[in-house]
């Protein structure tokens, strides 16, 4: 999810999720770590917001993480 979504089954948690927490959450790990090794699970190009783009969104958003790896799913060849 790019952006964050109500957690209404966690009590006291009012969203969840989202890109901007996921880039947090990588900065602040990979300042902690001594030798950082980030991978993806891959289907990034899947979504309402990565068809309305043509795959242009997610594309941008995972270039600058800088993954070491990524897995490759079906959804990355849909857009060429």
Do not use: C, R
């Not at 790990?29 to 795959?55: C, H, M, R, W, Y």
């Amino acid at each position: 999810m790019y952006d964050p979504i109500e957690a209404y089954w966690i009590d006291g948690v009012k969203h969840i999720g989202g890109i901007h927490y996921l880039a947090s959450l990588m900065i602040e790990l990979v300042q902690k770590a001594t030798n950082p090794f980030k991978i993806d699970t891959g289907e990034i190009f899947t979504g309402a917001l990565s068809k309305l783009t043509l795959g242009l969104l997610p594309y941008e958003v995972y270039s600058d993480i800088v993954y070491d790896a990524t897995a490759i799913g079906n959804h990355e060849f849909e857009y060429g």
